[in-house]
């Protein structure tokens, strides 16, 4: 990247995070120096939809992120690495295959791609080197009677949801554990009330696998669904408190969705923050890396739901402009326009990431998997596209750069190359071009300026585009009644005002016509 990006990320987010901070530099050697020497154990949380600008450290009002505050300017914070993909399956199919979306098998939220019976994954080449390997909340890369399913991937145990339909109820009739059901006695399926909030107990699974695996070393894998919608917490819930006496109405049956949405970033918040107290009792916390992230670029929610119509036409929460200074980044998630790629990333490893690092080294959701492998000692899968930011992560010189970043998206593709970004936004439309550098909005097409660099751009997504080697679906009776358990009962009457807090949650509806995936 060149310096003046550098600069211009550093002037508005570094003075936040890293304010009176120490420069102290520490290094890790790549390798383990000593045989016998006990891997880092790995927890890495992905959020789904949480978006770039949704965290109080950065200057959101409205947000409350304490917990992730803290490991910013206790860790490093990334600027620039990108989603895998705008949406929900692509984005972690890249994150657990390392390979970029035209050598990737999942590309699309259509729900029945699985990974194929063969690939490798972060939890396969983990599990090789000795770690005990756990996934808890929305696995999305293969539902239940197909050849995807996370135990066949890699993971000793998952428990949530395979299928990401079947994630969008919190209070579904059943979960699933490596590939059984577990029922939730008292639920009946329905988005907008229940007894049993899913993400309490996925929460409870995610502590539990680590208390159990404290004498060896762990991936722990948390993709955890909040604060996707159907927006629901329980009335017991304490970030529900929190918020739920904010000023934040519009009426129509809508006036408290951005109250809840706020109150599952906080609570998601909250359970990190339980997570790293966890660790410190049980003496982990200096030999653990943490990974906070979202999944993809989030949407423009609660438009007209706050405030009046027209009032925040980014949304109320203003996921995608920075609040500081007012830039934007175009387009939101589902598109290839940086809303849609750029995702909040952070890492905390105490005396082995350096306090207060903010950096702008361009990277992708692919490169996760060669830099664990380079942590941890691992033997990566031979056929990757990722390249190791484990020089940077650690305070090493020798970074080795991307040629080139690519994406595609149905008939969409993207590619970066330094500053430029080019992107076709539709099938056999044209190409655009933009200088992020002076640009981060991508408001100024110089396509025409700089035919040479399209020209290399659109040579690099023909090769880079292979057609897709699919997954196998074996029982697809199977795989549709887990889909079908996400769509819930939407005409069920909600909670009366005099039933006890806590036995019956508060749900408030996705607002209407966004994406369901």
């Known amino acids: ?295 993809n670029g989030d949407n423009d929610y609660f438009t007209h739901d706050v405030g009046g119509d027209g009032k925040y036409p980014r949304g109320f929460f203003g996921a995608n402009v920075d609040p500081l200074t007012g830039a934007q980044f175009r387009g939101h998630k589902g598109q290839l326009y940086e809303g849609g790629l750029r995702v909040q990333a952070i890492a905390y490893w105490p005396g082995k990431i350096q306090a207060g690092a903010v950096s702008n080294h361009l990277c992708c959701f692919y490169d996760v998997l060669p830099t664990l492998a380079e942590i941890t000692g691992a033997q990566p899968p031979a056929e990757i596209d990722g390249v190791s930011f484990a020089p940077t992560l650690l305070g090493q010189p020798e970074q080795r750069q991307h040629d080139y970043l690519y994406w595609e998206s149905g008939q969409q593709a993207a590619v970066r190359i330094g500053q430029y970004k080019g992107i076709r936004p539709r099938g056999k439309g044209e190409w655009e071009l933009y200088d992020l550098d002076s640009d981060i909005g991508e408001q100024h097409n110089i396509a025409a300026e700089h035919p040479d660099v399209v020209a290399r751009m659109k040579s690099i997504a023909e090769e880079a585009h292979t057609p897709v080697r699919p997954g196998e679906i074996l029982d697809r009776a199977l795989l549709e009644k887990d889909r079908r358990a996400g769509m819930g009962n939407r005409t069920r009457a909600k909670p009366a005002a005099s039933e006890p807090a806590g036995t019956q949650p508060t749900v408030r509806k996705r607002r209407p016509g966004r994406s369901a995936q």
Not at 88 to 116: E, F, I, Q, S, Y
Not at 155 to 182: K, T, W
């Open 1 to 295: 990247m060149s310096a003046s990006l550098s600069q211009h990320m550093n002037r508005r987010e570094f003075a936040k995070l890293a304010a009176g901070l120490g420069a102290a530099a520490f290094v890790l050697p790549r390798r383990l120096e000593a045989a016998g020497k006990r891997p880092p154990n790995i927890l890495y949380v992905v959020l789904d939809e949480w978006g770039y600008y949704e965290m109080s450290g950065l200057g959101n009002k409205y947000i409350e992120t304490p917990v992730i505050d803290r490991l910013a300017r206790e860790g490093m914070r990334f600027t620039q690495l990108l989603a895998g993909g705008p949406v929900c399956a692509p984005t972690r199919c890249a994150l657990m295959t390392g390979k970029h979306p035209g050598h990737m098998t999942v590309r699309a939220n259509g729900g029945a791609d699985p990974l194929r019976a063969d690939e490798p994954t972060i939890a396969s080449m983990l599990k090789q080197a000795g770690y005990a390997t756990g996934g808890f909340g929305k696995w999305g890369l293969g539902a239940r009677g197909t050849s995807g399913v996370p135990e066949k991937h890699g993971f000793d145990i998952f428990f949530g949801y395979y299928d990401q339909v079947h994630a969008h109820c919190y209070f579904p009739l059943y979960l699933i554990r490596n590939s059984q059901e577990v029922p939730l006695e008292g639920n009946t399926g329905d988005f907008y009330k229940g007894i049993q909030f899913s993400q309490r107990l996925i929460f409870d699974q995610t502590k539990q696998f680590i208390r159990d695996n404290k004498d060896r070393p762990f991936f722990c894998y948390c993709p955890w669904t909040p604060p996707h919608g159907n927006w629901g917490i329980p009335e017991d819930d304490p970030s529900w408190l929190k918020f739920k006496d904010k000023p934040w109405k519009a009426g129509q049956g809508r006036a408290t969705d951005a109250r809840v949405y706020a109150a599952m970033v906080h609570m998601d918040d909250r359970q990190i923050g339980e997570l790293l107290d966890l660790l410190r009792e049980l003496n982990l916390a200096d030999n653990t890396l943490v990974v906070v992230t979202g999944d």
